[in-house]
C-alpha cells in the first residue's frame, strides 16, 4: 500500500517538474468607515478573492474562492464562486465551469470581468468581485478562417450579491451556436440563441454580421440582431425587437477615424445578458467618467464620430461628437463635444487640456460645460509631480451647478505613488438640507513592494456615483474611512 | 501519519516549483486586418514583450510610446513585441485608427473578451510580461509611470545576458 502512495508522489513530481504549473493571485481589501449619510457608525469589514490555476500542457482548472466579513451577519458570505476546466489545442477550445464568452459586438451576450473593480449595492451591502460570467459549457472549432462556437450556461446577474441564491443570480438559460467564415478579407458571422426563463415563452433570437476592409484602408463592422419571436428578421418597426451597430474606422496620414451608428429597440435580454456598444466615449477624466450616459437598449438610437490628428510624436487632438437618442413617450437627446489636446514638452513632462459640451435631460442637465487638465511634470528621471484640475458647470431647473476636482500628487515610477484628491460640489441631489455644498477630501498611498504584491491605501472622503471601467458602467458608493487593499501573485 | 506528511510536502514541492514557471499559452487573435495571428508566429527569437492596452487608458498611450522605441532598438537583439488590445465591443472600433495615428510599429491583436489578461490573473492597464522563446513568463509589471521606461530596458538587458 505505501509503494502504491510513493510511486503516485514520484509520478506527480515528475510531471510536475516537467510541465504542469499553479498559479496563484489574492485580492484583501480592508475597510473601516462607513457610508457618510447613513446613520450606521462605521465599522471594519474584510473582502477577499483567491484565485488558484493549475496547468498541464493543452488542459488547465481553476477555482475562485471569494469571502466576505463585516460586524452584520445577512452580508457575510464564504464563496466558491467559480470552478474552471479548459481543454485547449490550436483548432479545439473546450471549456466547463464559469467562463466569459461574446457573441459578436455583445447585441446578443456579453460576459465580462472589471480588473480590480469590487461591487457593492445600497440595498444589500454585501461587497462581491465585478464580474458577469456563465455558468455551463463551451466548446470552440477553428480551422483556417471558419469557426464555430457552442455554448450552454447561466449568465450571473451581477445585482445579487453571493449571498443570494444562484436561482436569483442566474435567472437565464441560454444555449447559442454561432459561426464565422472568413473570405476576401471580409468575415460573415451567424448566430442562433435561445433563452429561458422564468417568463412562459422561450425567446429565439437571431444575429447576422459582417466585417473587413473596404478600398484596403477603411475597417467596418456591421451587425444586426433580433428576436424572431417578434416577427421576421427585416421587422424594424416600433413593434420589433432588434439591435443594429454599424462601425467604419480608417486613417490618413496623420489623421484617424472612428464613426459609429446604433440603433435598438426592445432590446434588453432576459436580466440584462446582453450588452450592446453604447457608443458614448469612455472618459478617463474624473468629472466626466461620473457624468456617462448610461445606454438604454429597450430604446435608443445614435451615433459617435472621434477623429485623432497627431500634430507631432508626443502631441495628439482628439475630438469627439456623440448623440443618443431615446424615445420614452418623451423624447431625450444626449449630445456630446469633446476636444482634448494631448502633448509632451521638453520630451519629458506631459501635458492635457480638454473642454467639454454636453446636454443630458435624463439627468435634467443643460448646457454643461466641463473644462480641467491633466499634467505631470517630472522633477528627474524616474519621479514627478502630478497636478490634475477640472471644473464643471449646468444648469438644473434654472439653478446653477458647480462640479470641482483637484488633484496633486507624485509618483516614483509605478513604484510609488502617493495622490490628495479634492473634490466640492454644490449639486443640490447631493446635499443636505443644511448645506450649501459638500467637499470630499481623500489620500491614496500606492507602493508596489515587487512585481508580484501591491499595497494601495486610501484614507479621506470619497465621492461615489456613476463609474465606467472597461467598458461597462455601474454605480460607486460614497466612502468615508479607511481603505487598505493588498494584491499578492504568486 | 508519515504518509500524509510526504503527501503534504509533495503536494507544497509541486506548488513552490509550477508558481514559479507560469508558461504561456499558444494565443491566437485577430489582428487589425481581420486575420488570426499566434504568439508562435510573432514571437521573439529570445525574448517577447506582451504589453496589454485599452484606447482609454492613459498610461497605456505613455508605454506604447516607450513600447514602439523599445521594438526598434532591440529587434535585432531578438527582442519583439506584441500589443493585446483590451477595448472590448464598446470601443474596439477606434483601435485601428488610433494604431496609427500613434503609429505603433509592432502587431497588435485583438481580445475581445481579454480572456489572455485573465488567464494571466492581470489587473491593471497597462500590464507588460516578458516570456522567452520556450513561452516561459520571466517577468510581469502592472500599470506604466515615467521613469518605468529605463526599469523595463534594465530587465530587458539582464534577461538577455542571463
Redesign the interface.
Known sequence: M?KK??YL?CL??II??VK??????N?MEYQYGKLPDNNEDSFSSIYDRF?L???LQKF?AGITLENFYSPIEDRNYTRLSQFKLQY?T?SFDIKAGHF???I???LLL????I??AILEDLSYRSRHYFHKDIRGVSAKY?YK?FSLKVLYGNPLNYLFPPTFDDDLRRPDEVAAITTEY?FL???LGVSVMQLKNDSPETMYYNSLNL???LFSSV?Y?AELAHNINKGNFLNLNDDGAYGFYL?????FG?????L?LKEYNNFLIGSGIN????LVK???YRLLNRSTHVLQPTNEKGYQL?L???LS??S?LTFNITRAENNFEQKYVFEEYFLEY?TGLAD?H?L?LFIDYAKDPFKQEEKRITTGM?S?W?L?????INLDYEYQNFKRFGSNVTNQLLSVGM????KF?CNLILERSNDPFLLNDNESNRTWLGTNFNY?IN??H?IQLFAGNRRGGPACN???CYEVLDFKGVELRI?S?? | MR?RK??FI?FL???A???Y???I??F?YKD?????QSFEELKGEKLTLIDFW?S???PC??AI?ELNKISVDYQEKGVKVIGIN?????????V???T????IKYPILLD????L?????????PSLIIVNDTGKIL??????????E??IKNKIDKLLSL
Open positions: 505505501k502512495y510513493v508522489i506527480l513530481l510536475g517538474s504542469a504549473q499553479f498559479s496563484a493571485y485580492l484565485m490555476n493549475y496547468s488547465k485547449k490550436k466569459y464568452e461574446t459578436g459586438r455583445g456579453r460576459s465580462f470581468e480588473p480590480g477553428r478562417s472568413g478579407n471580409q468575415t466585417s473587413g476592409l475597417s463592422y462601425s467604419l474606422s480608417s486613417s496623420n489623421l484617424g477615424m472612428s459609429e450588452e450592446p456598444p453604447a469612455e472618459h478617463a472621434e485623432f490628428y497627431s510624436e508626443s495628439i494631448s519629458k506631459d492635457k491633466n505631470q517630472m528627474t528621471k524616474t519621479s514627478g509618483t516614483i515610477k509605478s505613488s508596489k512585481s508580484k501591491q472597461s467598458g461597462i494584491s501573485r504568486f | 504518509i510526504v503527501f509533495t514541492l509541486l506548488i516549483h509550477g508558481l514557471a507560469q508558461q499559452s499558444n491566437s487589425l486586418n481581420n486575420s488570426y485599452a482609454w487608458c492613459k498611450k505613455k510610446k483590451c477595448d472590448g465591443p464598446r470601443s474596439v472600433a477606434k485601428k485608427p488610433l496609427k495615428v500613434l503609429k475581445l473578451d481579454s480572456e489578461m485573465k488567464e494571466l490573473n492581470l489587473s491593471a492597464f517577468w510581469i509589471h502592472e500599470g506604466f509611470q515615467s521613469g518605468d529605463v526599469v
